[in-house]
């Protein structure tokens, strides 16, 4: 396996790890509980998440599929990827993102659907990657809407930085959850 491949597919699975923690710190009779009515539910958030891996492995699997159609050549660059690409706009929670009209969640997904379609959708893009182990990669790009023009490794890192901003989400949503007074039934 290519070492930037290698790179970009371990920063992922520790961020996954990380998301599937925050999702399991959140008590299960809470995940689908909105914090307040204008905040997604830990459901729903994954439910986005699911969404925009979907629309982001797409994207990968058509400009890969594209570039090697094109006479794609070999990776000749072998530095550290994870340094090309700055998240912290990604991970600042302090600045509002409103999702896309085409990556907000659907209505009715669990957490447990949306945990086996991220499992599927990691396999998925695990074997786009993999088919194009050894292909130059760096040469092939296309354009995010707030960070412009990525790579296809930096899309990846960009992916991983994503699932991070909403594991911090939900620490928030465990958090709101967790200091919500229950109800006290009248006498």
């Known amino acids: 396996m290519h070492p930037r491949i290698r790179e970009v597919l371990a920063d992922l699975d520790t961020r996954r790890a990380a998301l599937e923690r925050a999702v399991h710190a959140v008590p299960a009779e809470l995940r689908e509980r909105r914090p307040a009515p204008d905040r997604w539910s830990v459901a729903e958030v994954l439910g986005h998440v699911v969404l925009v891996n979907g629309q982001i492995t797409g994207l990968l699997t058509s400009v890969i599929d594209s570039a090697r159609a094109a006479g794609l050549g070999a990776e000749q660059e072998t530095s550290p ?107």
């Open 81 to 187: 990827v994870v340094s090309t690409l700055d998240i912290s706009r990604i991970l600042d929670r302090s600045r509002p993102v409103v999702a896309s009209a085409a990556s907000q969640p659907r209505a009715g997904m669990s957490v447990s659907e949306a945990e086996a379609a991220l499992t599927q959708q990691g396999k998925a893009l695990r074997a786009v990657l993999l088919s194009a182990d050894g292909l130059a990669l760096t040469e092939v790009s296309a354009t995010n809407p707030v960070l412009g023009p990525l790579n296809v490794y930096q899309w990846v890192l960009f992916l991983g930085a994503h699932e991070a901003r909403h594991t911090a989400q939900i620490d928030e949503i465990g958090t709101a959850l967790s200091i919500v007074p229950t109800p006290i039934p009248p006498a």
